[in-house]
């Protein structure tokens, strides 16, 4: 039972034939086998929904913004209506959603603008958990005097210190930047906590859910942050982030922008011409997701219940998963795993996994899956401070295994097979 504005909702569990079924690219294969994607914390596959918006776009409205004719009219509402799904999305105004090429881009646009206001002395404070998406753009602030402090975690099963985390927050925080869940290990923070934290002393506080997004509910007005960013690639949709903020901390911090751009929200924070194709995509994907919501769930009227009805039927599939998965990697002879693995606790995680297994580098793994099919990844996936504390940076990382609502259990089954063969084989060569 999922409640959303005082309405109560209620969910069956998963269709994973009808998921499938939107979702093209899940159809192709391998060397004669079919192709499994447990790449999802890199880029998630797109409904064919998805790729209908993009293409439609193209082929019927490409044109330029604030034109006074049909098809940059219709690019202006295309514009609007990817906002106000976001704005669904995150239950948030659709003027508090500001678009740009990813993450990234907006995370380093919006720590210049901070920049702008730090003097010397003042902190900044990041984890070691994180994409370095959300560590880079607040060191960079190091040269405008400020001081950036790192909360560790607990090597033992990668969560963060929240300890540590508190006793770092001081007087002279000016921001806090948490990750909602790790892309590497799928910790999920307790980012409620850290919010409070932060503004107990008057920070600010900046969250990223890239990871988070795709298996887990958005609230940023129940979860009171300052900003929150996210990409939709990672949620079924195209490549193009999305950067919350509210409303008065977007107009009282001072972008950099041409003269041209107008002072109102969110214009002042998108600059230039943004990808208005991709911006179709988003809205796309976020109706992906209210049609999950609508074919599992009853009682389901606006397109926000829609949105939490489907966060239920993803969690609840993705948890089976995730357990059937982890159970089956821990009983695997000569590996190692990164993150979560007692059950009790997977609410504190998402269906990402990191692994190493002896005798193969990450890289050796990911090809020899790659393969026969199986689509993980190897490296540090950018969480580059948690690749250097838990001491796998020099040789190759993890193997990164990623579930989505649209893997199965067979698949799952699968991988577990390939992964118990190669650990045999490492064992008697
Ligand atoms: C947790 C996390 N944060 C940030 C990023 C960076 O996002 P983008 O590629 O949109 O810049 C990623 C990308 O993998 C990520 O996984």
């Known amino acids: ?18 998921v499938r079924r939107q979702f093209p690219s899940l159809n192709q294969e391998v060397n004669g086998r079919p192709a499994a994607f447990f790449d999802a914390p890199g880029g998630t596959q797109v409904p064919q929904q998805v790729i209908d918006a993009i293409s439609e776009y193209l ?24 906002h106000e799904a976001m704005a669904d999305f995150l239950n948030c105004a659709a003027d508090e959603v500001i678009f740009g090429a990813n993450m990234t881009t907006l995370t380093l646009a919006l720590s210049r603008a901070i920049g702008r206001d730090l003097k010397s002395g003042d902190e900044l404070l990041v984890t070691c958990l994180d994409h370095d998406a959300n560590v880079s753009p607040w060191v960079c602030l190091e040269d405008r005097g ?15 210190d929240m300890f540590d985390l508190q006793a770092k927050i001081r007087r002279s925080t000016k921001l806090v930047a948490v990750g909602w869940a790790a892309n590497a290990v799928g910790t999920i923070n307790n980012v409620q906590e850290a919010v409070r934290l932060a503004h107990d002393v008057g920070a600010m506080t900046f969250i990223d859910a890239v990871h988070y997004a795709p298996h887990g509910l958005i609230d940023v007005k129940a979860l009171d942050t300052d900003f929150l960013a996210c990409s939709s690639y ?18 009282r911090l001072r972008p950099y922008k041409l003269r041209v751009c107008s002072e109102k929200l969110p214009d002042r924070w998108e ?5 208005h194709e991709c ?27 829609a949105i939490v009805a489907a966060y239920e039927v993803f969690q609840q599939y993705e948890r089976e998963l995730a357990d059937l998965l982890i159970r089956g990697l821990l009983d695997i002879p000569g590996l190692t795993f990164y993150g979560i693995t007692d059950p009790a606790k997977f609410a504190q ?69 390939e992964l118990r063969s190669l650990a045999e084989t490492a ?3």
Not at 64 to 82: K, M, P
Not at 271 to 275: A, E, H, K, R
Request: one cysteine or more.
């Open 349 to 417: 995680r998402t269906p990402t996994v990191a692994i190493r297994l002896e005798g193969y580098t990450p890289r050796d793994l990911a090809m020899r899956l790659g393969e026969r099919g199986i689509f993980t990844w190897d490296g540090n996936y950018y969480a580059l401070n948690l690749a250097e504390r838990l001491g796998v940076q020099q040789s190759g990382g993890m193997l990164r295994i990623g579930l989505a609502h649209y893997n199965t259990a067979e698949e799952v089954h699968r991988l577990l097979a």
């Open 1 to 18: 039972m999922a409640a959303s504005a005082g309405v109560s909702l209620s969910v069956r569990k998963l269709d994973v034939e009808w």
């Open 59 to 82: 082929a019927k409205w490409n044109a330029n913004s604030g034109g006074a004719f049909l098809t940059s009219q219709r690019s202006d509402i295309i514009v609007e209506q990817a």
């Open 234 to 251: 990672k949620f079924f949709g195209p490549h193009q982030g999305i950067l919350y903020g509210k409303r008065d901390q977007l107009l």
């Open 279 to 305: 911006m179709a995509g988003v809205t796309a994907a976020i109706d992906y997701i209210a049609d999950v919501g609508r074919h599992h769930g009853s009682g389901v009227t606006t397109r926000r219940e």
């Open 427 to 429: 064992s008697t060569t």
């Open 146 to 160: 400020a001081k950036v402090r790192t909360a560790d975690i607990k090597p033992s099963d990668c969560t963060l």
């Open 271 to 275: 600059t230039g011409t943004q990808n």
